[in-house]
């Protein structure tokens, strides 16, 4: 009589062995540090930081912001961090106030004029930083256009365009088996401590867990900053090799994953 072997004993194997050697240099974790919009202090402040530790984040980068900072991004682009597209109106929800201001709003948007926008700051960061991007952020996270019966996702879009697009403020770390590089899960680390952004790493780990971490400003606290002194401690913390953490931007972690789920790379 054959034995059949259980497929939930093979799986149980599997998720066994990959857990301890799935990212570069045996480590258990990836981990990802981000910023959208271009603020002006992520490289008065942040990339300073980030090139003294010798790491390599992503930034989402809009046109309006990036204005008078042009050389600084590109400079940017070319130590090798990511350049990445936030689009050129940002929008969200028109429940924002400071959207209905403008009378602006996803919900009386289109997919057409998300295309035109995308494509628009496309252009401009390709001409200014000499770097093209392939990832994509979602602005307040939020993938829709319109209302009611006539909703439509622009998560398509994104995935016909880009690499990968990003959201923001999720509750969960990306599984590398499971995830759609359309729509890569981001915990928001904006206005937290060093303590508090540790936690928060610490409980989002599971097997293989790839974390994104997304902020904004960068300097003293504030609901939308990353204080400068956590984003140090927090770079040690995660340099450290007893945390088994691998530090990189969002494109190459998406890249890495891509090639080892498919089967191409052997390491």
């Known amino acids: 009589m054959k034995y059949i072997f259980p497929i939930s004993v093979a799986l149980c194997l599997f998720t066994s062995l990959v857990s301890h050697a799935f990212y570069p240099n045996k480590t258990k974790y990836a981990i990802s540090l981000s910023f959208d919009d271009a603020r002006k202090s992520q490289v008065d402040i942040g990339i300073p930081i980030l090139n003294k530790h010798d790491v390599k984040a992503t930034f989402y980068l809009m046109p309006y912001h990036m204005k008078g900072k042009e050389q600084q991004w590109k400079r ?18 028109g429940n924002f106030r400071w959207l209905r201001k403008q009378n602006k709003g996803l919900e009386q948007s289109s997919l057409s004029f998300l295309k035109h926008d995308i494509k628009q700051a496309q252009q401009y960061i390709e001409s200014h930083t000499g770097a093209t991007p392939k990832g994509f952020a979602y602005p307040c996270g939020q993938t829709f256009v319109g209302r009611g019966t006539e909703v439509k996702s622009y998560v398509p879009l994104i995935a016909e365009t880009f690499n990968y697009g990003r959201t923001w403020n999720d509750e969960t ?6 995830y759609d590089p359309a729509q890569i899960r981001a915990f928001s680390m904006d206005g937290k401590t060093f303590e508090q952004l540790k ?16 902020g904004h400003e960068v300097g003293d606290k504030g609901a ?25 931007t969002v ?17």
């Open 199 to 214: 936690a928060l790493i610490e409980q989002a780990k599971f097997d293989n867990a790839w974390i994104v971490l997304a």
């Open 76 to 93: 940017a682009a070319e130590a090798g961090h990511e350049i990445a597209n936030h689009t050129a109106s940002h929008l969200c929800t």
């Open 251 to 267: 494109q190459d972690v998406n890249e890495y994953i891509n090639r080892k789920t498919r089967g191409n790379d052997k390491s």
């Open 173 to 178: 770390a990306n599984d590398p088996f499971y």
């Open 224 to 248: 939308y900053t990353v204080d400068h002194g956590a984003l140090q401690q927090l770079i040690e913390y995660i340099k450290d090799p007893k945390n088994e953490f691998w530090l990189a």
